[in-house]
Nanobody, 125 residues
Framework: QVQLVESGGGLAQPGGSLRLSCAAS????????IGWFRQAPGKEREGVSC????????YYADSVKGRFTISRDNAKNTMYLQMNSLKPEDTAVYYC??????????????????WGLGTQVTVSS
């Protein structure tokens, strides 16, 4: 049974940092494309960042480029999202996701098969 469990969310001040973690079980993360998504109240879920398993390419939404960094630790079977220079508009529930398939449309949530339950990130002074 595949399980993804996020942690690391919370309250941060504008300009601050948080690091989200997503621990995987039931799969070997190294063989999967991985991604982070977020959903703010009243808005659709949007892709934040992903890493394609086929070529190792990373993708970022324009809104987070230069501020967020996606990574993974295969030894720990865990993926991360380092978020710096946080803004109030980054406030959302953040989800990690994986797929064994090919990412023909990176950052498209429909490309991903397995999802965590989400962790709340709130950026406010």
């Amino acid at each position: 049974q595949v399980q993804l469990v996020e942690s690391g969310g919370g309250l941060a001040q504008p300009g601050g940092s948080l690091r989200l973690s997503c621990a995987a079980s039931g799969i070997t993360l190294d063989y999967y494309s991985i991604g982070w998504f977020r959903q703010a109240p009243g808005k659709e879920r949007e892709g934040v960042s992903c890493i394609s398993k086929s070529d190792g390419m990373t993708y970022y939404a324009d809104s987070v480029k230069g501020r967020f960094t996606i990574s993974r630790d295969n030894a720990k079977n865990t993926m991360y999202l380092q978020m710096n220079s946080l803004k109030p508009e980054d406030t959302a529930v953040y989800y990690c996701a994986t797929t064994a398939g090919w990412l023909t449309q990176p950052l498209d949530s429909q490309m991903f098969d397995y999802w965590g339950l989400g962790t709340q990130v709130t950026v406010s002074s």
